[in-house]
């Protein structure tokens, strides 16, 4: 089986970009970002679902068994993103926001991405509409405090805020979430959508800028993710993308998606996220017009979503992090099949998932400690690369073959930062622990010839 390795020997790259908005993001969150970084550069995606793990299609409401999943029940395996929703923190019952937050807590400590987006109820309702909104709300907000909706604005983001610090926890840490506020504003549904009370992209660019700027100077875990509404293009991009220090990923929201607009509206996100040195995903898809068993839902994966990416000419569609889905829930559609569906859904999505192309949960570990993964091209083994540690000569030899000449071979700690490095034209290089006042703890070796490279986890005693 094809299992991505974290930090068991193999990689593709060994990065050290920082999470670009917030520059003093907790550690574990920039090591997150450098991961997704790894992965939209590679050859595969990530497979995610919002709430997979508390809501179910069998069910009409949130249940608080956090194993379980309907894509567990059909493939053995869960989704590696995790979708949410503040939404259902604030405006449900406090059960029902208690078997969310345990559901994050759980994935988490899978190792699996959490995403929020937030469906927030306009000023003194229950709608997120732009027809069940006051009049000109986003606008006020992003103006100034007219009619005092600034203030209620950032009431709502304290409550958000409060959340992030104080209930997602595990272990005394933060964890670490993709946030994705003021999501699809080139649609005419939200309140804060395009079409709504004259809300102009300069109103929403100053809206969705002082959204970021509030939050990360309350919290430390999070990454920003802006994501408009297909159809998209340039042009659309350029009058909403809010700037480089405001997002971190670029997201797409797409459903019933057809090869040809797919790749051109994918296409133009990545190129767009390559100039911005972004990361691009896949942020929501799904086939809702399944009025039957499932059937066609269930085969949307493997007949209509993976062909469009992997039959794309010029290959920018692959060039993605994560694919995720929405809801299973009995008021909502069977995205994924589910216990109950038939023999042709369930094998569709397996087949899906069996690509060597989408990732699952049996495929990865923790995307919180840097992900290593070998590149097919790369032909390298385990045995290829040979890392000795002695401790009683404080020596730490690095053996190699298959590499081309000269070698590179660097030794970073565990924040990207360099301790050593020796470039040879032979087989084996050393560094003295002593001399480079190594101390104990976990460091990366990585060794490349500029076309191949390894990577391994070393501890030192």
């Known amino acids: 089986?094809?299992?991505?390795?974290?930090?068991?020997?193999?990689?593709?790259?060994?990065?050290?970009?920082?999470?670009?908005?917030?520059?003093?993001?907790?550690?574990?969150?920039?090591?997150?970002?450098?991961?997704?970084?790894?992965?939209?550069?590679?050859?595969?995606?990530?497979?995610?679902?919002?709430?997979f793990n508390s809501f179910k299609y069998s069910s009409g409401s949130a249940h608080g068994d956090k194993a379980y999943a309907d894509s567990h029940e059909v493939t053995g395996a869960y989704p590696?993103?995790?979708?949410?929703d503040f939404h259902y923190y604030l405006d449900k019952s406090n059960t029902e926001r208690g078997y969310h937050t345990e559901a994050v807590k759980w994935a988490y400590q899978q190792g699996f991405v959490i995403t929020f987006d937030w469906h927030i109820s306009a000023r003194n309702t229950s709608s997120y509409t732009c027809t069940g909104s006051p009049a000109n709300?986003?606008?006020?907000?992003?103006?100034?405090?007219?009619?005092?909706?600034?203030?209620?604005?950032?009431?709502?983001?304290?409550?958000?805020?409060?959340?992030?610090?104080?209930?997602?926890?595990?272990?005394?840490?933060?964890?670490?979430?993709?946030?994705?506020?003021?999501?699809?504003?080139?649609?005419?549904?939200?309140?804060?959508?395009?079409?709504c009370s004259g809300f102009s992209p300069a109103d929403y660019k100053a809206l969705y800028q002082l959204t970021v700027d509030y939050i990360k100077e309350r919290t430390n875990s999070i990454l920003f993710c802006w994501s408009p509404n297909s159809p998209v293009n340039s042009t659309?991009?350029?009058?909403?993308?809010?700037?480089?220090?405001?997002?971190?990923?670029?997201?797409?929201?797409?459903?019933?998606?057809?090869?040809?607009?797919?790749?051109?509206?994918?296409?133009?996100?990545?190129?767009?996220?390559?100039?911005?040195?972004?990361?691009?995903?896949?942020?929501?898809?799904?086939?809702?017009?399944?009025?039957?068993?499932?059937?066609?839902?269930?085969?949307?994966?493997?007949?209509?979503?993976?062909?469009?990416?992997?039959?794309d000419p010029s290959k920018k569609a692959l060039k993605i992090a994560w694919v995720l889905t929405w809801i299973n829930s009995s008021w909502s559609h069977p995205y994924v099949p589910h216990a109950a569906s038939t023999s042709g859904a369930k094998q569709s999505?397996?087949?899906?998932?069996?690509?060597?192309?989408?990732?699952?949960?049996?495929?990865?570990?923790?995307?919180?400690?840097?992900?290593?993964?070998?590149?097919?091209?790369?032909?390298?083994?385990?045995?290829?690369?040979?890392?000795?540690?002695?401790?009683?000569?404080?020596?730490?030899?690095?053996?190699?073959?298959?590499?081309?000449?000269?070698t590179l071979v660097t030794i970073y700690d565990m924040s990207g930062r360099k301790i050593a490095e020796d470039k040879t034209s032979e087989y084996e290089v050393s560094f003295s622990i002593e001399k480079l006042m190594i101390k104990p703890g976990l460091y990366i070796v990585k060794v490349t010839d500029g076309v191949r490279t390894f990577t391994q986890k070393i501890s030192v005693l």
């Open 137 to 195: 709300l986003a606008k006020n907000i992003a103006n100034g405090n007219i009619n005092g909706d600034r203030d209620w604005y950032l009431g709502e983001l304290d409550k958000v805020i409060t959340i992030i610090n104080d209930d997602l926890i595990v272990d005394g840490e933060n964890i670490p979430i993709v946030f994705r506020p003021l999501h699809e504003m080139n649609g005419n549904w939200f309140w804060w959508g395009a079409s």
């Open 236 to 311: 659309v991009m350029a009058n909403y993308y809010p700037g480089d220090a405001y997002v971190d990923i670029l997201g797409l929201d797409m459903y019933e998606i057809t090869a040809d607009p797919f790749r051109q509206y994918m296409g133009a996100l990545v190129d767009y996220a390559d100039t911005h040195n972004k990361v691009a995903v896949l942020s929501e898809t799904g086939y809702r017009n399944d009025t039957g068993n499932g059937d066609a839902a269930a085969k949307y994966w493997n007949d209509t979503v993976l062909p469009a990416i992997l039959n």
């Open 349 to 406: 999505f397996i087949n899906f998932k069996n690509s060597q192309h989408v990732v699952f949960s049996d495929e990865i570990e923790s995307m919180y400690e840097p992900v290593l993964v070998l590149s097919a091209a790369e032909n390298l083994k385990t045995d290829d690369v040979k890392i000795q540690i002695i401790h009683d000569q404080q020596q730490i030899i690095v053996e190699f073959t298959k590499f081309l000449s000269p």
């Open 1 to 51: 089986m094809r299992r991505l390795h974290l930090l068991a020997g193999y990689c593709i790259a060994l990065t050290s970009a920082f999470a670009q908005v917030d520059d003093n993001a907790s550690v574990k969150t920039v090591i997150l970002y450098d991961n997704l970084k790894i992965i939209q550069n590679s050859n595969y995606f990530l497979f995610g679902q919002e709430f």
């Open 80 to 84: 590696v993103v995790l979708g949410t």
